[in-house]
């Protein structure tokens, strides 16, 4: 009888015992606090399906090699013709027909799943959520909605970079691991850069191409002062000075003149190259997703072949210019003189 009540006492004490550590699990589940770590990336990237498809396959493999208990993924997709689509699963996304008109905002990724931790106190799965947010079409209202939230000065800086990584981590070693996965993945993408090689060269060196048609409508109104003062050393026209110092003073001022205005128009001329052939080169699509955005990409293309084309008409106009002004100046002083 003795041992029985032993055995009894025994067997409660086991049992509260249990009922503890799995009050203390639960209770480390729910007010146990993540941290979370954000990479934002600036580079300029192109993404395309097999990429995505990439990155999920290196994440898992993974977490793979830790006890996964539960895990989902959600995939949200913006267009252009302000139609989300929201997938609440992988398959969802995988079996998605891209064949659509639309064109490709943003696209974001989440990973949300539970590890039991290795050497952790409480055996009980530890929640970690990894969100990939590839795109930065934000209009200037949109920024603006994002400052006048309330929101935190991260929550900017992550709506304008090109792609970031946030990670809300319980674990920080499995933080750094994800982290060094997205981080590599981001690098071995391809560049997203002009669909001509002469727009990066053009763009580069844009401040060089403005000056340098000044200089030639300068240069131009160089060669018309030149003519100026071979008419004036040899004209008897009435209206003209007869003292050669009233001469040279009128010479003086006529030059300031000349040189001011062919300054003024090749000022206006570049300016004008500079917002209306520049300012429209285009970058190839971020994403190549759906055929709205091959035919962007097409669209892309023909647009700046016909810039390029501005640009080099522009020049050569620029450099007409001094052909031009010596042949007015020829005639000038054949009428003159």
């Known amino acids: 009888m003795k041992n029985d009540i032993i055995s009894s006492s025994n067997s409660k004490a086991v049992s509260t015992t ?9 209770y480390y589940l729910i ?3 993540r941290d979370t770590d954000i990479k934002l990336f600036t580079k300029y ?8 498809i990439e990155l999920n396959t290196k994440i898992y493999k993974k977490l793979e090699l ?20 929201s997938l609440g699963n992988w398959n969802e996304f ?19 799943f539970n590890l039991i931790l290795p050497n952790q106190t409480h055996e009980v799965p530890q ?5 990939v947010r590839i795109g930065n079409s934000l209009k200037t209202s949109e920024i603006i909605q994002v400052v006048f939230q309330g929101g935190e000065a991260h929550d900017l800086e992550e709506a304008q970079a090109q792609m970031s990584c946030k990670i809300d981590f319980v674990n920080s070693q499995i933080c750094n691991e994800l ?3 997205v981080s590599e993945w981001y690098d071995t993408l391809k560049n997203n850069s002009h669909d001509h090689k002469l727009i990066k060269f053009i763009v580069k060196h844009k401040n060089k191409f403005h000056n340098f048609i000044i200089i030639s409508f300068l240069t131009a109104g160089t060669i018309l002062i030149n003519y100026l003062y071979s008419i004036l050393s040899s004209s008897s ?8 110092n009233h001469k040279l003073f009128f010479f003086l001022t006529s030059s300031v003149l000349v040189l001011f205005l062919f300054y003024r128009m090749g000022s206006l001329y570049a300016n004008q190259m500079l917002r209306q052939r520049f300012g429209k080169l285009r970058r190839n699509p971020m994403f190549t997703f759906t055929k709205g955005d091959k035919n962007k990409f097409n669209d892309v293309k023909k647009n700046n072949k016909k810039q390029l084309e501005g640009v080099f008409k522009t020049i050569i106009l620029s450099i007409s210019a001094n052909g031009l002004t010596t042949l007015i100046g020829y005639i000038l002083s054949k009428i003159i003189t």
């Open 94 to 112: 995988t079996n998605t027909d891209f064949g659509i008109s639309a064109c490709t905002k943003y696209i974001t990724l989440e990973w949300d």
């Open 45 to 52: 990237k192109e993404f395309n399906y097999s990429d995505i």
């Open 31 to 33: 007010k146990g606090k």
């Open 18 to 26: 249990e009922q503890i550590k799995q009050f203390q699990s639960l």
């Open 237 to 244: 026209l009435s209206f003209l000075p007869k003292d050669d």
């Open 179 to 181: 982290k060094t996965i």
């Open 127 to 131: 929640t970690h959520t990894i969100r």
């Open 66 to 85: 830790h006890k996964l208990v539960t895990d989902i993924v959600n995939v949200t997709i913006g267009f252009d013709n302000k139609e989300i689509k």
